[in-house]
């Protein structure tokens, strides 16, 4: 392959088999250039959307693109403390006050993005 897309497909299929088996999300392999943080730095973006959760490294120098990629941002802080607080002790789908609704698997999420900020406070 002559592009890093073109490892899409069994990358998805490892996210996906992660969460059938009830594992957490898996965390991606390594980039081999560690000269080329540019394309790290898009490489860990591209993995964080399909459902990894964090990146393997080779080199120190990478560690700060890795961290930056997977840590959540304030704004997704403030958004998973308003999940969390709207479900409170509830299961399943739920409506939040602006109207959104989510299910079990968003308030998941949720908690494993406080859980991560919480690491790094």
């Known amino acids: 392959m002559r592009e890093d897309s073109g490892l899409d497909w069994p990358r998805g299929r490892v996210v996906v088999a992660a969460r059938a088996a009830a594992l957490p999300p898996p965390v991606q392999s390594v980039h081999p250039d560690v000269g080329d943080l540019d394309a790290l730095a898009v490489g860990c973006a591209r993995g964080r959307a399909m459902g990894f959760l964090g990146r393997a490294a080779i080199h120190p120098r990478q560690l700060p693109v ?11 802080v403030d958004a998973a403390r308003e999940v969390v607080e709207a479900a409170g002790a509830e299961r399943g789908a739920l409506a939040l006050p602006d109207g959104r609704f989510v ?19």
């Open 66 to 76: 890795i961290e930056r990629a997977y840590l959540p941002t304030p704004e997704e």
């Open 103 to 121: 299910d079990a698997a968003v308030v998941e999420g949720a908690h494993r993005v406080l859980a991560l900020a919480a690491r790094t406070a």
